[in-house]
Every structure is written in structure tokens, then in C-alpha cells.
């Protein structure tokens, strides 16, 4: 794995822009859910690694279909911090209107859980363009 992806080198604005997320929003899903979050505060000022704005961006495609921003978050972490595992063909299966982590499932594009429904997030695919614009912006 690449060392830069742990490197905590992003402010928060960087992070809410690489993750999709408005900065005033991140700022309130860390005063929500600050104790999930692995940023690291230096001076008075958060910093995000490559790692953590996956999960944030993971967790901002969960929110959006309608996930609990806190389950969401919980998932994301889960799945995502510290995976070196991640391939393009990674999905992510969610129960829609799920409130346990339980009710997710990593799995292949062509292995879905047999659900009446489902939320399917393309971790792969967001890993790697995650990846490749915090590796731009790294630079």
C-alpha cells in the first residue's frame, strides 16, 4: 500500500471537496460523530488522510440513498479504513432503511445478496477515483 494514502496531509476543505461533501457538513458529521473519525487536529486545524476521505465518500453515497448519516459513517469504516483489499469489482450492499451494520454485505458485482431490495454502492470504483484524486492533490 502506498504510504501516502495514510498521510494526513488534507485540510478540511480539501476533504469535503475530494469527498463530495459541503465543508459546513463535514464539519457537522464530525461534531456529530467525532469520535469515529481518525483526523488528526493539529494547531486548531483537522487534517484527513486518503483513507478517511474514502469513508467520508462511502458514507456520503450511503447518506444519500437514504442511509443514517451515523450508520453510514459505522459502514464506511468498517469496509473501508485500512483496506488494501479493495478491487475494482468491490461492491458494497446495503438493505435500504437499515439501521445495523449487519445489514451490509462486501461482495462482487456478480455475487448481490438475494434481497427483495437493495442499495448497491461501486466501492471499487470510488475507491480508485477517490485514490486518484487525492493522489493528484497529494502531489
Not at 16 to 32: C, K, N, Y
Not at 81 to 91: H, K, L, T
Amino acid at each position: 500500500m502506498r504510504e501516502w494514502r495514510r498521510n494526513r496531509a488534507f485540510s478540511t476543505d480539501e476533504a469535503a471537496d475530494l469527498s463530495g461533501l459541503h465543508p459546513s457538513a463535514l464539519r457537522d458529521w464530525v461534531a456529530t460523530c467525532g469520535t469515529l473519525f481518525v483526523s488528526e487536529r493539529q494547531r486548531g486545524r483537522r487534517f484527513y488522510s486518503a483513507e478517511d476521505i474514502l469513508v467520508l465518500r462511502v458514507a456520503n453515497e450511503m447518506v444519500k440513498g437514504g442511509a443514517v448519516t451515523l450508520l453510514a459513517l459505522a459502514v464506511a469504516w468498517e469496509h473501508c479504513a485500512g483496506a488494501v483489499w479493495i478491487n475494482r469489482d468491490s461492491c458494497l450492499a446495503v438493505k435500504p432503511g437499515s439501521v445495523a451494520t449487519s445489514s451490509t454485505v462486501l461482495c462482487s458485482a456478480d455475487a448481490l445478496p438475494d434481497w427483495d431490495s437493495i442499495h448497491i454502492i461501486h466501492l471499487g470504483r470510488i475507491a480508485e477515483a477517490t485514490y486518484a484524486a487525492c493522489e493528484a492533490a497529494y502531489k
